[in-house]
């Protein structure tokens, strides 16, 4: 590892300018695939640094290469990810960085994510010639919403040219107090796909049983049959999950409704037990159909696969963090039936992806994610920029 006090010395300077970053970002969050502002914002902070051969991919996402003077332009690099989407949450928070966009928050850490990866641009341009690589940044939109914004990244070719050999990317943890990191090594996170019914059944009056098809029925044996097919068929030792969120009906208690709505999840870290399962539940549809004479219009939409931390990699980083942080401040994570796009990347390259911890129990900042009072210690950000250089420094070609 190269001697990083000069890099660490110009670091500490970069971290008032994250956080006026960040907070810019919280105050103006973009929903998924409209994030014009946020991405004209990394462009204006990328040209205030001194990089001016950025690009836009995606749509909405923003794409640059750092070289070092004696880099060659088809060298292969490593690359680090950011995402730059919001979601549809009212902030409940009362801080001066509030969001200023009604029903629209940063309430995943995106905002934490961009910031961080901005301060990596200055410090990787200010000392690139002490890069043993090029290095990708990309700020990536659409991660909160199918088909996933990694997919737009990879399908434009932002693999290519230079073609990356490993990725990293971190996701704030409130779980983790500020200052500390997790790792885990092979499978951590769960491919998702997103279940859709609409049942139509017959409608009618309540106590004409005889007369009516009745859709809740329907839907109420189809949660429990899909469920019972997942319990029983999953695969020893292969993680999965079937849940259900929405169920609704808008019928009275003597009125059977004419239709039904149902949204759920199936999770799973297999691709042939998940592609085996969908048809199964698909036949579960099918056989309820035939059972009650109604219709199950079934729509499967096919999320994010599941995220495997390339084993050697996430060692070498772990090592590293325990090295620049203390082995005290480095933690095992458990593996997580929540879904992540960088879990595409995950499929094509080497890749580490690791928790960074904002918790402050001490100042109440102990929210999580998708909640409407998540909030950071914004002292965690040094921690994640401190991490991403050591890596992009560091780590041999």
Known sequence: MIDLTEINAFASTVYERMCKYREHLHMYPEL????????????????????SSFKSIGGTGVIVTIYGDGHKKNE????????????????????SY??????????????????????????????????????????????????????????EGG????????????????????GKVGFREGLYMAS?????????????????AGQTINPMFMGAEFILAAQNYINSN????VPSVINFGLFEALGSTNVIPESAKIKGTFRTMNEHWREKAKAGIKDVAKSIELKYGGKIKLHISR??????????????VRKLACDILDESNVFNLDLRMTAEDF??????????????????????????????????????????????????FSLDP
């Open 32 to 51: 998924s695939y409209n994030e014009y502002k946020t991405a004209a914002f990394v462009k204006t902070i990328l040209g205030e640094i001194g990089i």
């Open 76 to 95: 292969p690099c490593i690359a680090f990810r950011a995402d730059l989407d919001a979601l549809p949450i009212h902030e409940e928070n009362e801080v």
């Open 98 to 155: 509030k969001s200023k966009t009604d029903g629209i928050m940063h309430a995943c850490g995106h905002d934490v994510h961009t910031a961080i990866l901005l301060g990596l641009a200055e410090v990787l341009f200010r000392f690139k010639n002490k890069l043993k690589q090029p290095v990708k940044l990309i700020f990536q939109p659409g991660e909160e919403v199918n088909p996933g914004g990694a997919n737009l990244i990879i399908d």
């Open 159 to 178: 693999l290519s040219n230079p073609v990356v050999s490993k990725m990293f990317a971190l996701h704030v943890f409130p779980d983790l107090e500020f």
């Open 192 to 208: 998702s796909d997103e279940l859709h019914l609409e049942i139509i059944g017959k409608g009618g009056h309540g106590a004409l």
């Open 234 to 237: 999953t695969p020893v030792d």
């Open 303 to 316: 999320g994010y696969p599941f995220l495997k931390n390339d084993a050697e990699l996430t060692k070498k």
């Open 343 to 392: 879990a595409f990347y995950s499929h094509l390259v080497p890749v580490c992806f690791f928790r960074l911890g904002v918790g402050n129990k001490s100042k109440g900042i102990t929210h999580n994610v998708h909640q409407s009072r998540f909030d950071i210690d914004p002292k965690a950000m040094k921690t994640g920029l401190k991490v991403f250089y050591s890596i992009a």
